[in-house]
């Protein structure tokens, strides 16, 4: 058995009596100390806390660019999409027609046009002198020889309504520019005939009408 002496049971007590009032006085204070308050005595969770954004921000930098690296082996580089096609453009002759019924079933209007080579509900601007006049293929016509008799060709039929509004006349033939704005999703009445690349834009292609 270790005896100590009463000089050293004094000693230690003094240390334990001086170690509960470092205590008591940290606690008083808000329970910081020196050691508290250094970097070095920093809780692992808080560290971790103080890092978990930046982190999370480059996996986020990260997987954006992995996407984009994937695109691009894919084809699908948004930076270098295919543009659409151009819509037709062209001169044509436009001739007049009034019919009480048409090809798509409704009823003849001011706006309805006619062409053997364009989809029922194409939309068509159609110029003249300076007037503009925008039309609705639905009907189908002129037929093959009225398309060739004319020079240009006839690729267009205006309503009646719509040819006196350009020209004063009623019925008339009148060489005009076209301009499709948006082609329609019904039935094609020819896909061939005189006049058919200049007004699917084949000729823009080609160089030939």
């Not at 309805?112 to 503009?132: D, F, H, Q, R």
């Not at 008799?149 to 005009?176: R, Y």
């Not at 329609?184 to 005939?193: A, E, I, N, Q, T």
Request: no cysteine; charged share 15%; hydrophobic share 40%.
């Amino acid at each position: 058995m270790i005896r100590l002496s009463t000089k050293a049971i004094a000693s230690v007590a003094a240390g334990v009596t001086l170690a509960g009032a470092g205590v008591t006085t940290a606690l008083a204070y808000g329970g910081t100390s020196e050691a508290a308050a250094s970097p070095q005595a920093q809780s692992a969770p808080a560290k971790v806390a103080q890092q978990a954004p930046a982190q999370a921000e480059k996996r986020v930098q990260s997987g954006a660019q992995d996407r984009m690296l994937l695109s691009v082996k894919k084809g699908n580089d948004p930076k270098k999409q295919a543009k659409a096609p151009a819509l037709p453009t062209g001169v044509s002759t436009a001739t007049s027609f009034w019919d009480p019924s048409t090809a798509s079933g409704k009823p003849m209007a001011y706006e309805t046009i006619a062409s053997p080579y364009w989809p029922l509900g194409t939309k068509v601007k159609v110029t003249y002198n300076g007037k503009s006049e925008i039309g609705i293929v639905e009907d189908f016509g002129p037929a093959e020889w009225a398309v060739a008799q004319h020079n240009p060709p006839a690729l267009i039929d205006l309503s009646e309504k719509m040819m006196k509004h350009l020209t004063g006349t009623a019925s008339n033939s009148i060489t005009v520019k076209f301009q499709v704005l948006e082609l329609g999703k019904g039935p094609v009445y020819r896909h061939s005939g005189t006049g058919y690349a200049t007004a699917t834009g084949a000729a823009q292609a080609t160089g030939k009408a």
